[in-house]
C-alpha cells in the first residue's frame, strides 16, 4: 500500500495543478461574477441583523405544521442544524471535485458561478419578504421575554457592520419569511441533481431536505409557510436562471472512468493535457457568465 501510494502520488499532484492551471483561466473570466457573490452573502445578512431591530416579540401564529408535528424542544434544536451542516460541507467537497477525481462533469469556477446567482436571486427575494412584513418568531430566543427578542438601538455604526458577529448570528428574529436555510439546502440539492452523476447520493439529497424541513418546523425556528415558500420560489427562481443562462460544459465525455486517483495510462495524462490546452486556447469564453 505505502508503495502504490509512493508511485501515484506525483500522478495526483500533476492533475490538482493540471485543474488548477485550468480553472485560474476560468477564475481570471469570472472573478468578478463570484466576488460579487460572495460579497451580497455579507449584504444578506446584514440585512438579516438590520430587521432585528424592527422584530418585535409576540404569540406565536396559528401555524398548520406546529399542529401536526410535535415540538421536540430546545434540546433538541441541534439535529436541523447538524443535517444542514452536512449538506453544506458535503456540496462545497463535491465542487472541488475535478481535482482529485478522474470522473467529472463540472469545472469549479462555473458551478460555484451559477451557485451564487440562484442564492443571490433568492436571497433578493427573502430581504424583499422580510421587510415587507415582520413576524413575530416562533424560535425561542425570539419569544417573550428572552434578552435577545428585542435588539435596542445600536451604540454604533460599527455595531452594524459586524453583525454583532457572533451573537447577532446565532439568535437572528425577524427575518422569517423565507427560509435561508432551506434556500441553501435546495440551492445545493437541485445543483447536484442537474450536475451530479449518482443516483442514489440525488435522492439521499432529497430525503435530507425533506427531513431538514419538517426538523425546523419541529424545533420551531420558522413557521410553515417559511418552509412551503422557500420550496416553490427556491425551484422557480433556479428554473429560469437556467433559462438565462448558458448550459455549463459537459466533461463526462472525456473522462469516463470512475477511479479515485488517476490513472497510469499515457492515454489519460494526454487527455488532461488535451483539456488544458483547449480551456487555455479560449474555448472557454464559449461558457463564461
Not at 154 to 165: G, R, T
Not at 249 to 273: E, V
Amino acid at each position: 500500500m505505502p508503495l502504490y501510494i509512493a508511485r501515484e502520488a506525483p500522478k495526483l499532484w500533476r492533475k490538482i495543478c493540471t485543474e488548477a492551471s485550468a480553472e485560474v483561466s476560468l477564475l481570471s473570466e469570472n472573478w468578478k461574477l463570484l466576488l460579487a457573490g460572495l460579497v451580497f452573502q455579507y449584504v444578506h445578512g446584514l440585512a438579516a441583523h438590520g430587521v432585528h431591530y424592527l422584530h418585535r416579540p409576540g404569540p406565536i401564529l396559528q401555524d398548520a405544521g406546529f399542529f401536526l408535528i410535535p415540538e421536540i424542544g430546545q434540546s433538541k434544536a441541534y439535529m436541523s442544524e447538524s443535517i444542514f451542516n452536512f449538506i453544506f460541507f458535503s456540496f462545497i467537497l463535491w465542487t472541488f471535485h475535478p481535482f482529485f477525481f478522474q470522473s467529472k462533469r463540472i469545472y469549479t469556477v462555473l458551478i460555484w458561478c451559477r451557485v451564487l446567482a440562484y442564492l443571490v436571486g433568492c436571497q433578493i427575494l427573502r430581504i424583499i419578504t422580510f421587510y415587507a412584513t415582520q413576524l413575530p418568531g416562533p424560535n425561542y430566543h425570539c419569544r417573550e421575554g428572552s434578552k435577545y427578542a428585542r435588539l435596542p438601538p445600536p451604540e454604533s455604526a460599527l455595531e452594524v457592520i459586524l453583525i454583532n458577529f457572533p451573537t447577532g448570528v446565532l439568535y437572528g428574529c425577524g427575518d422569517l419569511i423565507f427560509s435561508s436555510h432551506m434556500i441553501f439546502t435546495l440551492v445545493f440539492v437541485l445543483t447536484y441533481q442537474k450536475f451530479g452523476t449518482r443516483r442514489c447520493i440525488k435522492q439521499l439529497a432529497w430525503l435530507f431536505a425533506i427531513i431538514q424541513s419538517l426538523l425546523i418546523i419541529a424545533s420551531r425556528k420558522h413557521y410553515t409557510v417559511d418552509i412551503v415558500v422557500a420550496w416553490y420560489t427556491v425551484n422557480l427562481l433556479v428554473f429560469f436562471v437556467d433559462k438565462k443562462f448558458p448550459e455549463l460544459p459537459d466533461r463526462s465525455s472525456a473522462s469516463t472512468s470512475p477511479p479515485l486517483l488517476p490513472l497510469s495510462t499515457k492515454d489519460k495524462d494526454s487527455k488532461n493535457k488535451e483539456e488544458h490546452n483547449k480551456i487555455l486556447n479560449g474555448n472557454s469564453v464559449d461558457v463564461t457568465y
